[in-house]
T-cell receptor, first 115, second 112 residues
């Protein structure tokens, strides 16, 4: 069974540009989560989808971030325009049912560097 | 609010050395506690967990005991291997919430 995949693995962009990150959850997992680890700090929750609906987006830092999950399969996270403080590792996770983190499966992350 | 504090890394050890990575937490209720590991190029993987005081989680030779009196969940392994080199994250969640609180992570480097 394929795990959670994320694309790209790395992205280097300039301040002001736009970047789109993609996450493909495990097939059949209705729940999809985005997290972010900024500059070696804590991993922070960003948002949670159930199928195509946003269940909780309380962790989204500001309106420069837009997450979508059209069709309830893969998800994208767009940052527009990117700022220096957006640099970090963006993780995606999925689970079959809404659950505590112990049963979420994480992807390898996308490393974003904004110059 | 809830918080998790981990010891600063990197932790550098020789193979077969004893490992301890300290983790303490602050929570309003009675959280579940977790250790996650991220091997190079891979996603976070659940290593072990404990859901109530005095529970011991164990997996792959790693152990951690939920100590309510000291609000700690230290990770230990008696004899580390090169393959244990990774970043280790301590985390908690309260009441079954899917919104976890993570520590900053501790990088472990094991030399042959």
């Amino acid at each position: 069974e394929a795990g959670v995949t994320q694309f790209p693995s790395h992205s280097v962009i300039e301040k002001g540009q736009t970047v789109t990150l993609r996450c493909d959850p495990i097939s059949g997992h209705d729940n999809l989560y985005w997290y972010r680890r900024v500059m070696g700090k804590e991993i922070k929750f960003l948002l949670h989808f159930v199928k195509e609906s946003k269940q909780d987006e309380s962790g989204m830092p500001n309106n420069r971030f837009l997450a979508e999950r059209t069709g309830g399969t893969y998800s994208t996270l767009k940052v527009q325009p990117a700022e220096l403080e957006d640099s970090g590792v963006y993780f995606c996770a999925s689970s079959q049912v809404s659950s505590a983190i112990g049963t979420q499966y994480f992807g390898p992350g996308t490393r974003l560097l904004v110059l | 609010g809830d918080s998790v504090t981990q010891m600063e890394g990197p932790v550098t050890l020789s193979e077969e050395a004893f490992l301890t990575i300290n983790c303490t937490y602050t929570a309003t209720g009675y959280p579940s506690l977790f250790w996650y590991v991220q091997y190079p190029g891979e996603g976070l993987q659940l290593l072990l967990k404990a859901t109530k005081a005095d529970d011991k989680g164990s997996n792959k030779g790693f152990e951690a005991t939920y100590r309510k009196e000291t609000t700690s969940f230290h990770l230990e392994k008696g004899s580390v291997q090169v393959s244990d080199s990774a970043v280790y994250f301590c985390a908690l969640s309260e009441g079954g919430s899917y919104i976890p609180t993570f520590g900053r992570g501790t990088s472990l480097i094991v030399h042959p």
